[in-house]
């Protein structure tokens, strides 16, 4: 039997705030600002404005309705990113076997540390202690003998909390958790769940495995599991993205400049807002990606220059084709925008995360 821990820090943005400000700590505080159009969303809140119903990406404007007093504090991704990097520093004394889910959550293979007795217990204990010590922030550990369970534990008492979910009687133990608690059913699966009159864990358990691949597709083949709290995924060390492009074919090859400005444009946009779920990354490069009519292909690069603009890539394209007159003769299949981030830093126990410049 596999041995895993899931640890989450607590109100992660807003806690490494608080080392700052600690005028903030008995005051309801959220992370993220009103853009001037009125706009914009929380990245997080403390426990406080949590209890008036403030929660994570919720628009500004409506937080405020329901928390007149809350205080609005800007983002500061460098600061997340050190204390993000220190986190992963400690998991890696413990193992090589860590998956990051993100800043500041990861699954931890323990099965074979061979600190504290291979006690997975102890090791999540010591392993909050470490964090406490080193960052001055608390964290919160799920302990269980696989992935779903141990990330469910993390959550079960926050904040600063250690749950441990042992595998005898699991069905049963589980069987009140509601169905939202499962990796991977999101608001819609959920919605439908309920729907369907579907809304624990126990719930589910009464179906038979056709009724729930019936209801659910593919996907009911692991709530099938799950729900009994089975769950084969391995903890998979993660590889750092590099990159994020968004490109575009064209059915037929285009050669007019203006007409290509414009696919460019688009392909601009959707990347900006695919970039959103990469913001605790830094961009090191931006690039436009050509493929001419005969396939031979071209990548113009520059540095990044500060916050993401159309110009820059605009730029890029019209000094190539003002170099080389391909476009005009050859015509243009493939066309996209690009960017590379700050390069993960590979250690020594070959655990990557970011490094500030
Ligand atoms: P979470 O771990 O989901 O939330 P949290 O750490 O703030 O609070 P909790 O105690 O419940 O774990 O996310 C970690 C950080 O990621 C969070 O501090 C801010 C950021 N984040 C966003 O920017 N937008 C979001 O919608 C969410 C969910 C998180
Ligand atoms: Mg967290």
Known sequence: MKKIIHIDMDYFFAQV?????????????????????????????????????????????????????????????????????????????????????????????????????????????????????????????????????????????????????????????????EVGKINGVGKVTQEKMHKLGLRTFGDLQKLTLKELVDAFGDSGVSYYHYCRGIDKREVKPHRERKSLSVERTFHSDLKDHEELLLKLEHCFEEMLDRLKKHQDKKIKTLFVKIKYSDFQQTTIEAASMGKLKFNHFEKLFSERVQENDKVKTKGVRLIGTGVKFLRAKNLKNQLTFWHET
């Open 17 to 177: 705030e608080e080392l700052d400000r600690p005028d903030l700590k008995h005051k309801p505080f959220a992370i993220g600002g009103l853009s001037e159009t009125g706009r914009g969303v929380l990245s997080t809140s403390n426990y406080i404005a949590r209890k008036f119903g403030v929660k994570s990406a919720m628009p500004t404007a409506l937080a405020l309705k329901k928390c007149p007093e809350l205080i609005l504090v800007r983002s500061h991704f460098d600061k997340y990113r050190k204390v993000s990097a220190k986190i992963f520093e400690i998991f890696a004394r413990y193992t090589t076997q860590i998956e990051r889910l993100s800043l500041d959550e990861a699954y931890l293979d323990v099965t074979d540390c061979t600190l504290h007795n291979n006690d997975a217990i102890k090791i999540a204990k010591n392993i909050k202690e470490d964090i406490f010590r080193e960052t001055k922030l608390t964290a919160s550990a799920g302990v269980s003998f696989n992935k779903l369970l141990a990330k469910i534990g993390s959550d079960l008492n926050k904040p600063n909390g250690l749950s441990v979910l042992r595998p005898e009687g699991i069905a049963e133990k589980i069987a009140h958790f």
